[in-house]
């Protein structure tokens, strides 16, 4: 059974600060991997998507992997109260579906 | 360039009633994607199109949900007997062969009282 595990939250950080929401996953045949923003009622908004080792920078976004620890990480930096949502993590074989973690949960305090 | 759409937004209907939602893709995908998301959850992968093929469907529950997608645009799911449990809300995804992103429609949300 292929696993996306994520902290649940809330994770609470001041406006301005970096928010940092980690990920890991089980299936090593992984090759796909992306982070979605849902906000309240609303579906999942795709932010960022990466499929190589190391950093991708997406204006205030950063996402990290790393396929050895099966671990994949999205930085915000400069947090916005616009920012508050669910953080979905998703991997997925190339082209085929996505595998979903439970979310993390933002909250910025202005 | 539009998006996913996806009808109704809202449903509500009795246990043991029937329901149907309706999904046109992105133009020009090739795979269709359903998720179920039940609140709290991350969304699960109900069924994988490919053109008018079935790629995925291990996680449909097929004594009550079917799906199809004939001319390999549009997409029906529909749920005959619900139950309490299928409130959920219904997202359709799409994308391209050679884009792996997939992008989702605003869902249908569905209450089974």
């Known amino acids: 059974q292929k696993e996306v595990e994520q902290n649940s939250g809330p994770l609470s950080v001041p406006e301005g600060a970096i928010a940092s929401l980690n990920c890991t996953y089980s299936d090593r045949g992984s090759q796909s991997f992306f982070w979605y923003r849902q906000y309240s009622g609303k579906s999942p908004e795709l932010i960022m998507s990466?499929?190589?080792?190391g950093d991708k920078e997406d204006g205030r976004f950063t996402a990290q992997l790393n396929k050895a620890s099966q671990y994949v990480s999205l930085l915000i930096r400069d947090s916005q109260p616009s920012d508050s949502a669910t953080y979905l993590c998703?991997?997925?074989?190339?082209?085929?579906?996505?595998?979903f973690g439970a979310g993390t949960i933002l909250r910025v305090k202005s | 360039e539009a998006g996913v759409a996806q009808s109704p937004r809202y449903k509500i209907i009795e246990k043991r009633q029937s329901v149907a939602f309706w999904c046109n893709p992105i133009?020009?995908?090739?795979?269709l994607y359903w998720y179920q998301q039940i609140l709290g959850q991350g969304p699960k992968l109900l069924i994988q199109?490919?053109?008018?093929?079935?790629?995925?469907d291990s996680q449909l529950p097929k004594d009550r949900f079917s799906a199809e997608r004939l001319k390999g645009v549009d997409s029906t799911l529909k749920i005959q007997p619900a139950k309490l449990e299928d409130s959920a809300v219904y997202l359709c995804?799409?994308?391209?062969?050679?884009?792996?992103?997939?992008?989702f429609g605003p869902g249908t949300r569905l209450t089974v009282t």
């Open positions: 998703a991997v997925s074989e190339y082209g085929n579906k996505l595998v």
């Open positions: 995804a799409s994308n391209s062969r050679t884009v792996y992103e997939q992008y």
């Open positions: 199109f490919q053109n008018n093929g079935v790629v995925d």
């Open positions: 133009s020009g995908h090739a795979t």
């Open positions: 990466i499929y190589s080792n």
